[in-house]
Antibody
Framework: QVQLVQSGAEVKKPGASVKVSCKAS????????ISWVRQAPGQGLEWMGW????????NYAQKLLGRVTMTTDTSTSTAYMELRSLRSDDTALYYC???????????WGQGTLVTVSS | QSVLTQPPSVSGTPGQRVTISCSGS????????VNWYQQLPGTAPKLLIY???QRPSGVPDRFSGSKSGTSASLAISGLQSEDEADYFC???????????FGTGTKVTVL
């Protein structure tokens, strides 16, 4: 069965960086892209961007341009999302999701809580 | 900052039919397909409806989706207690070149 397993919770200080991993199993990793979506406490869902696991092409949300980098390692079927210059309003649950072409998230990871606090 | 607008909450009694609306614009719903996601308390979202009205394998046919112009709707018929959750619509936005989600609707079973 399709599974996406994410890395554990992180606590970071403002200005620091965080890198979240997402290990996929149960399907051909290179056949589906990965989207990242975050959810601030008690809030809605915010799309962060998408990466092609086939060729590494990315499409980032405009508001995160310059702060976010998404990468993949096809040898381990793992996707990564790095967010830099963290602020308190980056505190959120971060989800990875399998996504064929961007905008079609079908299977989701369990979420990784990132807390930004001084 | 969500560009898709949903009612904050809807409620119904067991067995009732409820609908959730999702209002957008020509750059998102008007020109692209709509997905719906269900988020049970404390869990990750789950794809409920894709391509406006298609159900993934395993989703009960009590859930149905529709789209007209720049709006979409999710209907839940035969409401059950396990349907208590947050529901989000989503669509690609050509102006933003990104996926946009709705504001979310909490469904309460009375």
């Amino acid at each position: 069965q399709v599974q996406l397993v994410q890395s554990g919770a992180e606590v970071k200080k403002p200005g620091a960086s965080v890198k979240v991993s997402c290990k996929a199993s149960g399907y051909a990793f290179a056949n589906f892209g990965i989207s990242w979506v975050r959810q601030a406490p008690g809030q809605g869902l915010e799309w962060m961007g998408w990466i092609s696991t086939y060729n590494g092409n990315t499409n980032y949300a405009q508001k995160l341009l310059g702060r976010v980098t998404m990468t993949t390692d096809t040898s381990t079927s793992t996707a990564y999302m790095e967010l830099r210059s963290l602020r308190s309003d980056d505190t959120a649950l971060y989800y990875c999701a399998r996504d064929q072409s961007g905008g079609d998230e079908d299977y989701w990871g369990q979420g990784t809580l990132v807390t930004v606090s001084s | 900052q969500s560009v898709l607008t949903q009612p904050p909450s809807v409620s119904g009694t067991p067995g009732q039919r409820v609908t959730i609306s999702c209002s957008g614009s020509s750059s998102n719903i008007g020109g692209n397909t709509v997905n719906w996601y269900q988020q049970l308390p404390g869990t990750a979202p789950k794809l409920l409806i894709y391509s406006n009205n298609q159900r993934p394998s395993g989703v009960p046919d009590r859930f149905s989706g529709s789209k007209s112009g720049t709006s979409a709707s999710l209907a839940i018929s035969g409401l059950q207690s396990e349907d208590e959750a947050d529901y989000f619509c989503a669509a690609w936005d050509d102006s933003l070149n990104g996926h946009v989600f709705g504001t979310g609707t909490k469904v309460t079973v009375l």
